[in-house]
């Protein structure tokens, strides 16, 4: 596998956990344009404790995941009474707020003569981990995509589950899932933190991959951007923001001989799709039907085996 | 299904700690610098490569630039171009071809005997490059 | 005290700019209820044809700002006709993200029109700042101040004067409604679209010409400037859009004057933050309706 193309999967994988951020919330009926500050939140963590404070990647990525789970939850919580507009602009102003708390924030160390951390604006480099560890690209990522597997088994476990379908509820209507009992404040709050976490893994893993990020990359462009990748792909399944994300970046290099009119072809594309499907390629009908053919097929074949004699019961 | 999240998650951690063989590596410093090419948004970029601490050049790697859009990670990021070496030891030679003008973060990545990866962010223009300021956003005039 | 005066002076003359892009903003939100994330990005595009009609035709500023206002029309009808127009009535994030995917559409079409960094775009007005004792006055400011509040006067009047405000209000009340007892919404809110553009384009060209310089980063940050007006000062109501703009201003003057401009901006989002947790409203909006607006 030639290095471009590694290159290019790993930042697929890497941007579907924002992806899956965002549309963990679209679950529970609420937009968020500010996921990428958990991404930015995580990012950052996560390569202070590898770079500064020297710790193994497996514990820097479990703390870029606390932190961004807890910064979502401070989040979630005064903006628990928020929906819509309201709740989507306020993540957005958050989301900014922490980007220009990031221009601000100096953390360096002198390690080895050098200055290490992150530096204001000028941004954090030189995380070198996988560098100074012999990580080559390839095994980073087997690493994004097991971790990013993980996630999405979650995802399959959490859409059986009971949680799963009260996500579902609240986001279809807030107000009948409440009548029924459901403590909507505590389940808005828990798919907040996971949500925030999950960012918070992605960022991790982002800040490893290219060894520098700066507070400009976690803008209003990468909220929205993965906010959209949940639309595009679709929102009937979890695999539907990778399928989004996939689109994007993977259809972006395919018309690379367009280069000058890649954004004007996509996002036309992107507003056509969205008028013919306006929950994604993947929305709920579609799992559905995809779901009802698979067990139609299944029957079929488990019918097939049995004694002719029993064939028709 | 629960067993096989369990499976997956164990095979992640240890796929993590496996990462973890500690062997430090030599560090590199590049200076790049880099100047319109013959077409536009072609940029041809000369960049000296030493060891960070010893100021050795590195000889002999392979070097390839990939460049990405800070405002926009993955979305804009350039094909990499394999740099040629010059018989000057430790410099290397290559062309690049942006998407638009404005700020690039250059990935020099190094190959070879030593491993690594350093980034540099710069302005390029039409007829210039030059450092890459922080954007100045529109605000409020001072008198 | 001196400097109190002055900045709040400052303040109030760049937030009638942001009001002015509130107050589109606030039309477009206040009939469709969808968010139009191509806002910022369609006044660019006015810009951008404005700038080249200045640079390549050495056209005159009155050129120019018809230029900018047209393209913005143009453009808003475009993005109208293509992400609002087509949906159903309950998809609000299917619109928004379509106006999201077309905004990166603008932005690169304005790149190719003006591949460059930064233009220069004509000045409003040229020559000495105004002075009252001691307290300087920019000239180009204060018309732009003027046209906010005049052109704020015209849409209140517009909306609560004539038949065609009368269906606009309408359609915000009920489209269903609206549509039974006659009234062509689809039209009402293509129009309504063209005019809140039109305002855009006017709001961009009077920000552009005192700021003499357009950059392809104008989009985002007009889209952006409005939107915290528009909700600072309460979704949908005209007064609020622009009162929320100046206070905004205010706002800013002050944080840059003794924090620098990082602070700035922090303080805009801070006190938006501080608005929607505490009073969604706005300055002069009711509680937000219990219909939510752009629901998932």
Same mark, same amino acid.
């Given at each position: 596998m030639d290095d471009y193309l590694i290159g290019v999967l790993s930042n697929i994988g890497v941007i579907s956990f924002v992806a899956l951020s965002a549309y963990l919330l679209l679950l529970t009926g609420e937009i968020s344009f500010g996921q990428q500050a958990f991404f930015a939140i995580g990012a950052y963590a996560a390569g202070i404790a590898t770079a500064l404070w020297g710790w193994p990647l497996a514990a820097a990525l479990v703390w870029g995941a606390a932190i961004g789970g807890g910064a979502a939850l401070l989040v979630g919580i005064p903006t628990?009474?928020?929906?819509? =507009?309201?709740?989507?602009?306020?993540?957005?102003?958050?989301?900014?707020?922490?980007?220009? =708390? $990031?221009?601000?924030?100096?953390?360096?160390?002198?390690?080895?003569?050098? =200055?290490?951390?992150?530096?204001?604006?000028?941004? $954090?480099?030189?995380?070198?981990?996988? $560098?100074?560890?012999?990580?080559?690209?390839?095994?980073?990522?087997?690493?994004?995509?097991?971790? =990013?597997?993980?996630?999405?088994?979650? $995802?399959?476990?959490?859409?059986?589950?009971?949680?799963?379908?009260?996500?579902?509820?609240?986001?279809?209507?807030?107000?009948?899932?409440?009548?029924?009992?459901?403590?909507?404040?505590?389940?808005?709050?828990?798919?907040?933190?996971?949500?925030g976490a999950l960012a918070g893994v992605g960022g991790g893993l982002y800040a490893h991959l290219t060894t520098y990020v700066e507070p400009r990359i976690f803008d209003v462009m990468l909220g929205v951007h993965s906010l959209a990748y949940g639309l595009i792909g679709g929102l009937g399944t979890a695999l539907g923001p990778l399928l989004g994300v996939l689109i994007d970046i993977g259809l972006l290099e395919s018309i690379r001989?367009?280069?000058?009119?890649?954004?004007?072809?996509?996002?036309?594309?992107?507003?056509?799709?969205?008028?013919?499907?306006?929950?994604?390629?993947?929305?709920?009908?579609?799992?559905?039907?995809?779901?009802?053919?698979?067990?139609?097929?299944?029957?079929?074949?488990?019918?097939?085996?049995?004694?002719?004699?029993?064939?028709?019961? | 299904m629960r067993s096989a999240t369990k499976a997956m998650a164990v095979a992640a951690t240890l796929a993590l700690c496996n990462l973890d063989s500690a062997q430090a590596q030599a560090r590199a410093r590049a200076d790049v610098s880099c100047n319109p090419g013959p077409q536009t948004l072609q940029y041809d970029c000369v960049i000296k490569v030493a060891n960070a601490r010893t100021n050795e050049p590195l000889s002999g790697l392979t070097l390839t630039i990939g460049a990405d859009m800070p405002s926009m990670p993955g979305a804009h990021s350039v094909r990499p171009a394999v740099a040629t070496e010059d018989p000057d030891r430790g410099t290397y030679r290559a #062309?690049?071809? @942006?998407?638009?003008? !404005?700020?690039?973060?250059?990935? @020099?990545?190094?190959? !070879?005997?030593?491993?690594?990866?350093?980034?540099?962010?710069? #302005?390029?223009? #039409?007829? #210039?490059?030059?450092?890459?300021?922080?954007?100045?956003k529109h605000g409020p005039h001072k008198h | 005290m001196i400097d109190l005066v002055q900045n709040t002076i400052d303040g109030v003359m760049i937030g009638s700019s942001y009001g002015l892009l509130a107050l589109?903003?606030?039309?477009?939100?206040?009939?469709?209820?969808?968010?139009?994330?191509?806002?910022?990005?369609?006044?660019?595009?006015?810009?951008?044809?404005?700038? &080249?009609?200045?640079? +390549?035709?050495?056209?005159?500023?009155l050129a120019v700002a018809g230029a900018v206002v047209v393209g913005a029309v143009i453009t808003g009808i475009y993005v109208?006709?293509?992400?609002?127009?087509?949906?159903?009535?309950?998809?609000?994030?299917?619109?928004?993200?379509?106006?999201?995917?077309?905004?990166?559409?603008?932005? +690169?079409?304005?790149?190719?029109?003006?591949?460059?960094?930064?233009?220069?775009?004509?000045?409003?007005?040229?020559?000495?700042?105004?002075?009252?004792?001691?307290?300087?006055?920019?000239?180009?400011?204060?018309? &732009?101040?003027?046209?906010?509040?005049?052109?704020?006067?015209?849409? +209140?009047?517009?909306?609560?004067?004539?038949?065609?405000?009368?269906?606009?209000?309408?359609? &915000?009340?009920?489209? &269903?409604a609206a549509h039974l007892v006659g009234i062509n919404v689809q039209m009402a809110v293509l129009l309504a679209f063209a005019g809140a553009s039109a305002i855009g384009g006017v709001a961009g060209f009077l920000v552009l010409a005192v700021d003499q310089q357009i950059t392809p980063m104008f989009g985002m940050w007009a889209t952006l400037k409005g939107l915290i007006a528009m909700m600072i000062g309460g979704l949908g109501s005209v007064p609020g859009a622009v009162l929320g703009g100046l206070l905004l201003g205010v706002l800013e003057a002050h944080s840059q004057w003794y924090f620098g401009p990082h602070i700035r901006d922090l303080v805009a989002y801070l006190v938006l933050f501080a608005f929607l947790v505490l009073r969604p409203g706005g300055l002069l909006g009711g509680a937000p309706e219990t219909t939510t607006p752009l629901k998932a």
């Open positions: 628990l009474r928020l929906h819509g =507009l309201y709740f989507a602009v306020a993540t957005l102003a958050f989301a900014e707020m922490v980007r220009i =708390l $990031f221009e601000l924030f100096h953390y360096q160390i002198s390690i080895g003569g050098e =200055l290490v951390g992150p530096n204001g604006a000028e941004g $954090f480099r030189n995380i070198r981990y996988i $560098f100074d560890n012999n990580i080559d690209a390839f095994q980073f990522l087997l690493l994004i995509y097991s971790l =990013l597997a993980v996630a999405l088994l979650g $995802f399959m476990l959490l859409e059986r589950s009971r949680i799963g379908v009260t996500f579902r509820m609240i986001g279809e209507d807030e107000t009948l899932a409440g009548l029924q009992g459901i403590s909507v404040a505590r389940h808005k709050i828990l798919a907040a933190g996971i949500a001989i367009l280069a000058g009119y890649r954004m004007i072809i996509f996002g036309g594309l992107v507003a056509l799709l969205l008028i013919v499907r306006p929950r994604g390629l993947l929305d709920e009908q579609v799992v559905y039907w995809i779901s009802r053919l698979w067990r139609r097929i299944f029957a079929r074949v488990r019918r097939s085996r049995l004694n002719p004699r029993d064939r028709n019961v | #062309r690049i071809t @942006l998407e638009m003008h !404005g700020d690039w973060a250059l990935q @020099l990545n190094l190959s !070879g005997a030593t491993r690594d990866r350093v980034v540099k962010v710069l #302005r390029f223009e #039409r007829d #210039r490059v030059g450092e890459a300021v922080p954007a100045r | 589109g903003f606030t039309l477009i939100f206040g009939v469709m209820r969808k968010l139009n994330l191509s806002y910022g990005p369609s006044i660019m595009i006015g810009g951008y044809l404005g700038t &080249v009609l200045y640079l +390549q035709y050495g056209a005159g500023l109208e006709r293509l992400c609002f127009a087509p949906m159903k009535a309950g998809a609000g994030i299917a619109s928004m993200v379509s106006s999201f995917a077309i905004w990166m559409q603008l932005e +690169q079409v304005a790149i190719l029109i003006l591949p460059r960094h930064t233009y220069a775009f004509p000045a409003l007005a040229t020559g000495l700042p105004l002075e009252f004792w001691s307290l300087l006055v920019r000239i180009d400011h204060l018309i &732009v101040l003027c046209c906010a509040l005049g052109l704020a006067a015209a849409v +209140q009047l517009m909306l609560y004067r004539t038949r065609f405000g009368l269906g606009l209000r309408a359609i &915000v009340g009920n489209p &269903v």
